[in-house]
């Protein structure tokens, strides 16, 4: 399945996906707020093609979408807005997880 194929749902599982190994602990409510996002069966397909790509590959992979899923800046704030969300789940908005934030803020 070529990546330019994804739904929006598999995108944003992706992304979630992605921004959730920041900080090197997917924790359970992480798992679990990109679970109640896109749903198990979605979640269970990103996550393996997650796994077989290397960091930069999965951020060329978000980048790729940008025309397609957040062309605009309230579509850019939506995603932002997952993110944020991804990142209060566990009710430890860490260093790492801010940084990234901002990282993927401007890069978007």
Do not use: C
């Amino acid at each position: 399945m070529s990546t330019l194929e994804w739904s929006y749902d598999e995108f944003i599982a992706f992304m979630l996906i992605y921004v959730a190994h920041v900080d090197m602990d997917f924790s359970d409510e992480e798992k679990t707020v990109i679970r109640n996002n896109v749903g198990t069966d979605i979640y269970d397909k990103m996550l393996t093609i997650f796994n077989e790509k290397s960091d930069y590959q999965a951020l060329e992979i978000i980048l790729s979408y940008k025309p397609l899923y957040y062309p605009t800046p309230e579509q850019k704030d939506e995603l932002l807005d997952k993110i944020k969300l991804l990142f209060n789940a566990d009710h430890d908005f860490n260093t790492m997880e801010k940084e990234l934030y901002h990282f993927m803020s401007r890069l978007m």
